[in-house]
C-alpha cells in the first residue's frame, strides 16, 4: 500500500541528473576507503582554524571536487565549473562524474551507476539549487533523475535538506546526527502508451511518472512532507523508502537486514574499473579544454563505443538533444542507438514540458546538425513526423504489443521521410521478434537496401500472423443468363 500523497503525478523522492558514472561512492565501517572518496572538513560555524573550503560550505554552496567533475548552467550553456565556484541558486548542476558539493555542513555527491548493480537506470546525475525557503535550511534543491548521496559533515547537530519536486512539492530530509548519510535516487519516463497532444495544455498535458527509493546508508534520517513523518534508520532498521509517482511513498519504511548491494561499489570491480578510468578522462578533457561541445564531439566520434554512449548521456544531460541525434548518425552503432532510445526516453521524462519543449526544437529544425552532418541530422520536421518521433518515444503499452494495427503501423514507419522515425521503429520490431534482426534493416541504408528489407520483414509478420488479416471480399451471385 501507497499514500495517495507524497509527490503525486511527476517524480519520486531522489531524482537528480549525473554523467555516465562517478567514482566517489563510499564504503561501509571497516572496509578500506576508495581511492577516488573526497575527504571533507566537518564545517563549525565559528571555528578559527576551518579551511577554505569549509568556509565557503558555510557561506553557501560550493563545488568542492576538481574542475571537469561538475558543469553548471545559470538558465544558459553549461560550462565547466572551477574547484571552490559558488553555486549561486537557480543553477542546475550536473556532474560527469562524483561531483562533491558542499552546503552550510551538507555534503552532496552526484553518483551514476558503474558497476551495473543498480536496479534503477542511473546513467546520470544533477540537480538546480534553489534558495533555503527557511532559515534552517541547510540545503535545497529540485530534483532530477539520478543518484544523490547525502551526509552530515557537521561538528554537532542535525543537517536539514530539502528536496523539490519538479511540480513544486516539498520534502524534507533531517540527517540527525553528524555522519548520517543516506542516498536518494528514481528516474521518470512517460507511460508507454502515452500519445503526445501538442494542443494540450499545461493542464491537460500528459505527464511523466517517476519511481524511486531512499535508503539511509549511516546513521538515523527523519522523513516528512506534508501529511508524514518517518523515522529511519541504517540496516539492520527500516532502511528504505520506496516511492511510486502516481501512489506516493510507502507509509512504513521497509526494513533491511543491509544495505543494497549497488548502494557501494567495490573498487576492484573490473566494470568501476573500466568506467571510472573512462570518467577521470572525460573529466581530464574537460578540464583541460573547457569546451563541452568539443569534449562531447570528440567522443561521439571515437572508435570506442563506450565512449560514444558516454557521449549519449553526457549530451541529454545538458538537454542538447541535437547532439544526441549527431552521435547515432555518427556511429551507425546499434548500442549507441539502443541507449540513445534510453537517454531520449529518460531525458522526457525528467519533468513536465519537455515533450514540448521536444516538440517545438524538432519543428524548428537545427542548422548547425545539418551543416554537421550533410543534412542527415537537423532538418526540421512536419508537425505529423514530430507527433509521430515522440509517440515512439513513449512506446507501447503491453496490450498494444499484440495487436496487429501496431505492427502494420511499425511496418509503414520503416518507409518513414525521417531517419529518427525509421530507426526507432526499426527498433521496436526488433525486440518484439528478434528473429527480424537478420534482415538487416538499416535506417540510413540506400532505399533498395531498406525496401529488400521491409518486404522480408512483411513477409515474416505475415507468417507470424502480426499483421491485420485483410477483410475477405464478398462472394457476388453469378450472374443470370439471359
Not at 326 to 334: Q, W
Not at 405 to 424: H, Q
Not at 434 to 450: C, I, K, L, V, Y
Amino acid at each position: 500500500m501507497f499514500r495517495m500523497k507524497g509527490w503525486p503525478v511527476v517524480f519520486t523522492l531522489g531524482s537528480c541528473v549525473a554523467m555516465a558514472g562517478c567514482g566517489q561512492r563510499k564504503v561501509p565501517e571497516g572496509k578500506a576507503k576508495d581511492k577516488a572518496a573526497v575527504p571533507v572538513p566537518a564545517i563549525t560555524a565559528t571555528a578559527p582554524s576551518e579551511s577554505k573550503a569549509s568556509n565557503a560550505a558555510a557561506a553557501g554552496v560550493t563545488l568542492y571536487s576538481a574542475k571537469g567533475s561538475a558543469l553548471v548552467s545559470e538558465g544558459g550553456k553549461f560550462t565547466v565549473a572551477d574547484k571552490g565556484a559558488s553555486i549561486n541558486p537557480g543553477t542546475r548542476v550536473v556532474s560527469a562524474g562524483g561531483a562533491v558539493l558542499l552546503s552550510n555542513g551538507v555534503e552532496v555527491e552526484l553518483l551514476a551507476d558503474l558497476s551495473g548493480n543498480d536496479p534503477m537506470p542511473v546513467a546520470t546525475s544533477g540537480l538546480k539549487v534553489l534558495k533555503p525557503s527557511k532559515p534552517d535550511i541547510d540545503f535545497e534543491f529540485t530534483i532530477e533523475p539520478g543518484r544523490i548521496d547525502l551526509e552530515n559533515k557537521k561538528a554537532s547537530g542535525p543537517a536539514k535538506v530539502r528536496v523539490i519536486s519538479p511540480t513544486g512539492h516539498s520534502h524534507d530530509i533531517e540527517l540527525v546526527n553528524p555522519g548520517s548519510r543516506c542516498t536518494i535516487e528514481s528516474y521518470g519516463r512517460f507511460m508507454p502508451g502515452t500519445r503526445f497532444d501538442p494542443n494540450a495544455t499545461p493542464e491537460t498535458a500528459a505527464r511523466p511518472i517517476g519511481r524511486g527509493a531512499l535508503v539511509v546508508i549511516k546513521g538515523e534520517v527523519n522523513f516528512s512532507d506534508d501529511d508524514s513523518f518517518l523515522r529511519m534508520h541504517e540496516a539492520p532498521g527500516r532502511a528504505m523508502l520506496t516511492i511510486d509517482g502516481n501512489l506516493g511513498h510507502e507509509p512504513v519504511p521497509t526494513y533491511l537486514e543491509k544495505a543494497p548491494a549497488w548502494v557501494f561499489e567495490d573498487p576492484k570491480d573490473p566494470a568501476v574499473i573500466k568506467k571510472q578510468a573512462l570518467i577521470n578522462d572525460l573529466e581530464a578533457k574537460l578540464a583541460d579544454k573547457g569546451d563541452l561541445d568539443a569534449v562531447i564531439d570528440a567522443y561521439a566520434s571515437s572508435d570506442d563505443n563506450t565512449k560514444r554512449i558516454v557521449a549519449v548521456y553526457l549530451a541529454s544531460a545538458v538537454d542538447d538533444i541535437g547532439r544526441v541525434f549527431l552521435t547515432v548518425a555518427l556511429s551507425k552503432n546499434p548500442d549507441v542507438t539502443d541507449e540513445a532510445i534510453v537517454a531520449i526516453r529518460h531525458w522526457l521524462g525528467s519533468g513536465p514540458g519537455r515533450d514540448r519543449k521536444f516538440y517545438e526544437a524538432l519543428i524548428k529544425g537545427s542548422p548547425e546538425m545539418v551543416a554537421k552532418t550533410n543534412g542527415l541530422v537537423g532538418k526540421p520536421f512536419s508537425e505529423p513526423q514530430a507527433i509521430a518521433l515522440i509517440d515512439l518515444f513513449f512506446g507501447f503499452s503491453d496490450e498494444q504489443k499484440v495487436q496487429p494495427g501496431t505492427y502494420k503501423y511499425l511496418l509503414k514507419m520503416l518507409s518513414n521521410e525521417k531517419a529518427a522515425i525509421r530507426a526507432l521503429a526499426s527498433w521496436y520490431l526488433n525486440h518484439m521478434v528478434p528473429e527480424g534482426m537478420r534482415f538487416g534493416f538499416n535506417p540510413t541504408g540506400s532505399d533498395e537496401a531498406r525496401n529488400a528489407a521491409i518486404k522480408l520483414w512483411e513477409t515474416r509478420l505475415t507468417e507470424l500472423k502480426k499483421l491485420p488479416v485483410p477483410p475477405v471480399a464478398p462472394k457476388l451471385p453469378a450472374p443470370k443468363k439471359p
